[in-house]
């Protein structure tokens, strides 16, 4: 009890105190450094393992469509009778199959055809489905009606139909027409999506200061309507190229699709389902790197969700 008396009878003196130096460059420095929204984005893309594993699977696959036919010497359409069947060795990597034909040369060169489906259907139906949305909800109305009853007929046709009118139409079944059939209705969802994310966008402050100023609509639309949705709609896009792989593997499976001397993972395996009993290697190999491409790109997309959601940010 005296010692806490004493303590609070201390004198106190200027001389106990340190005065500190003050610096203007100091004072403005920013302890955490200033990152943009795609800074961000990849640091927490970053945190994500299957993300990341997915990221390299798919930069392996396409490397590997690249220069894969090209790594053993043989030729995807080149047959050899007495090569007819041949289980995986040191020669042929992944085998041969009931033509002769080498396997692992063809797995890469029908990866080319897969992923090009892939690619080129996806930012078709990215760039149709944000330009069409954008319109319909930026101009509202009467128009904004009309367009999403178009978007509603054709979404109601299947796609099957619409592949078999479009092979009709053109007297043909290659790489084009797939293109197209499968590019006529795949923006539809994309537009709708875009179309939501624009309706909530459009009454911002931003917006209306621009179109009170008179910006033209497609300025409006470029600069301010997309990069709002342009999160969105990246997410999709990951969604969308395994869904139109599997579309092309599906009706070549069918053999509705792409036909021989062509080649893809789905005549492959279109192929390879009468063997199945006798050299099923011949269906393991396509199948497989269908399924890795598919779950490599699905888990991108859920990657990509979580960093793109601003709700998530830490």
């Not at 130096?21 to 994500?48: C, G, H, Q, S, Y």
């Not at 319109?135 to 999403?148: F, N, Q, R, S």
């Not at 509705?256 to 393991?284: H, K, N, R």
Request: charged content about 20%; some cysteine; glycine content about 8%.
């Amino acid at each position: 009890m005296e010692k806490d008396i004493e303590n609070v009878n201390v004198k106190v003196t200027p001389e106990m105190f340190k005065r500190i130096p003050r610096d203007d460059i100091e004072a403005e420095k920013i302890a955490r450094p200033i990152i943009t929204f795609w800074e961000d984005v990849w640091r927490r893309l970053k945190m994500n393992k299957a993300a990341m594993i997915s990221i390299g699977i798919i930069v392996l696959l396409i490397v590997m469509v690249i220069i894969g036919p090209h790594l053993n010497g043989f030729s995807f359409k080149e047959q050899d009778s007495a090569s007819r069947n041949i289980a995986p060795n040191s020669l042929h990597w992944f085998g041969t199959d009931s033509a002769g034909r080498d396997i692992f040369t063809r797995i890469w060169m029908g990866g080319r055809v897969s992923i090009t489906i892939g690619l080129v259907c996806a930012f078709i139906a990215m760039i149709v489905g944000v330009a069409y949305g954008s319109i319909a909800g930026l101009v509202g109305g009467k128009v904004d009606t009309i367009m999403m009853r178009i978007v509603e007929i054709i979404s109601c046709l299947p796609y099957l139909l619409i592949v078999i009118l479009v092979t009709l139409w053109m007297d043909r079944t290659d790489l084009g027409s797939i293109l197209l059939a499968l590019s006529v209705t795949s923006w539809t969802g994309t537009s709708r999506m875009v179309r939501g994310q624009v309706l909530s966008v459009k009454n911002e402050e931003y917006v209306l200061a621009a179109r009170t100023l008179g910006v033209p609509t497609w300025k409006i639309i470029t600069r301010h309507i997309i990069p709002n949705v342009l999160a969105i709609v990246i997410v999709g896009l990951t969604f969308d190229i395994p869904g139109f792989i599997f579309s092309e593997a599906f009706l070549s499976y069918m053999g509705i699709g792409l036909q021989p001397p062509d080649v893809s993972w789905g005549i492959m395996s279109s192929e390879a389902q009468t063997q199945l009993l006798f050299f099923p290697y011949q269906l393991f190999f396509p199948t497989l790197v269908i399924a890795l491409t598919m779950l490599s790109f699905t888990l991108l997309g859920d990657g990509l969700r979580d960093a793109l959601d601003p709700k998530l940010r830490k």
